[in-house]
Structures are given as structure tokens and as C-alpha cells.
């Protein structure tokens, strides 16, 4: 089994990275393979029309780009807040992805926050970014509140520390467990994207 993670964040070396390195280290820990996107590190151009033609410079460059993405079985988009809205570097990758490569594998929604927000991304996300993707969403979610404080050292350092990654351990396991019911979905031969390649 293989999960893409995808770090939202504009800013390199971000919290939603540090975020994201955690995950990795838990689900490899599990055996579980791993994809790290990170969008500060490796910014994606902005979305345009050109991604429609089959021979565009953008197409080409996105190939390239989203190379072993659509080969993942699940995947987990970490959001930072921005002004109470989710990155608008996730909701621009979020474009580039109507080829069916997300279409119904689960998605798990991870927001982080420097102080007590983080939930506004959450609902964005959830509101907008499935439609042509056709990304299942767990109904589970994680806000990392306080980021700057948790998940720096190989061990807990405090109460919060403690149930955050105790949290982020059990919507792992539930995101493996959709992984595996939804590849029977994909599998049974009712999908059909060449008739309805979008959704309403």
C-alpha cells in the first residue's frame, strides 16, 4: 500500500511539513510506503486553461511534476489557516488533478494551526476540492492547534503533545482501513469516468 502526502503550505521548511515528515515516520513504521509532496519546496505555476490541451507546455510540465501520484492508495492534504481559509497553494494543485488519479480513494483532511484556529480549511476543502477529483474524505480530520509545540521530539513532551499523536496514530489506521475497502470499490467495474468525467 502506498499514501501520498501532500504538504500545503507556501512557506518551505513549514510547520505542515513538520507535520507531514511525522506521518511519514508513523505509516513507514507500519510498512506502509510513503509520497511527501511538499508545495513550499516544489511550488506548483498557477493553474491555467493550457492544462486542457493534450500537447501544452503545462501538461507537460504536470506529467512530470505528478510523477507516482496517481499510483497512491489514499492520501492526507496538511492546510495551514491563512486568514481563515485553506492554502492557496493546495487549492491551486487542487486544479491540476481532475485525470481520475484521487477518483474514489479516501482522503484525510489534516489542518494546522499556530494558535486555536485551523477548522475554516477543513470545511474549504471538503466543500470544494472533490468535485472533479472525486476524493472520498474520511469523515475524521485532524487540527494540529498549537503546531509550533507538538511534534518535535521523538517522544511526547507534555498532555497535548501526547493526544495529538495519539490522534494522528487512530485516523491513520482508519485511513488504511478505507484504503482498503475503497480499492474493492475501484476494482468492481461500476466507476465510470469516460461517461461522467465530472461531478455535479
Excluded at 128 to 135: C, E, F, M, P
Aim: proline content about 5%; hydrophobic content about 35%.
Amino acid at each position: 500500500m502506498k499514501i501520498c502526502l501532500v504538504a500545503g503550505s507556501h512557506r518551505k521548511n513549514s510547520q505542515s511539513l513538520k507535520v507531514g515528515k511525522f506521518l511519514v515516520k508513523s505509516l513507514e513504521s507500519k510498512g506502509i510506503e510513503t509520497i511527501l509532496l511538499d508545495l513550499g519546496g516544489n511550488p506548483l505555476p498557477l493553474w491555467e486553461p493550457g492544462m486542457w490541451e493534450k500537447d501544452s507546455e503545462i501538461k507537460k510540465f504536470w506529467t512530470t511534476y505528478n510523477n507516482g501520484l496517481g499510483s497512491a492508495d489514499a492520501y492526507v492534504f496538511l492546510s495551514p489557516e491563512y486568514a481563515g481559509m485553506a492554502s492557496p497553494a493546495l487549492k491551486n494543485f487542487f486544479l491540476y488533478l481532475s485525470s481520475g488519479d484521487l477518483s474514489h480513494k479516501p482522503g484525510l483532511i489534516i489542518t494546522v494551526s499556530s494558535g486555536m484556529g485551523g477548522s475554516y480549511p477543513n470545511a474549504e476543502l471538503r466543500m470544494s476540492s472533490y468535485k472533479n477529483t472525486r476524493i472520498v474524505y474520511l469523515p475524521d480530520h485532524v487540527i494540529v492547534r498549537h503546531v509550533e509545540s507538538v511534534l518535535n521530539t521523538d517522544t511526547p513532551e507534555g498532555k497535548d503533545d501526547e493526544y495529538i499523536r495519539l490522534r494522528l496514530n487512530y485516523v491513520l489506521n482508519v485511513l488504511l482501513e478505507y484504503a482498503k475497502a475503497l480499492n474493492q470499490v475501484r476494482q468492481s467495474g461500476v466507476i465510470d469516468l469516460k461517461t461522467y468525467p465530472f461531478g455535479l
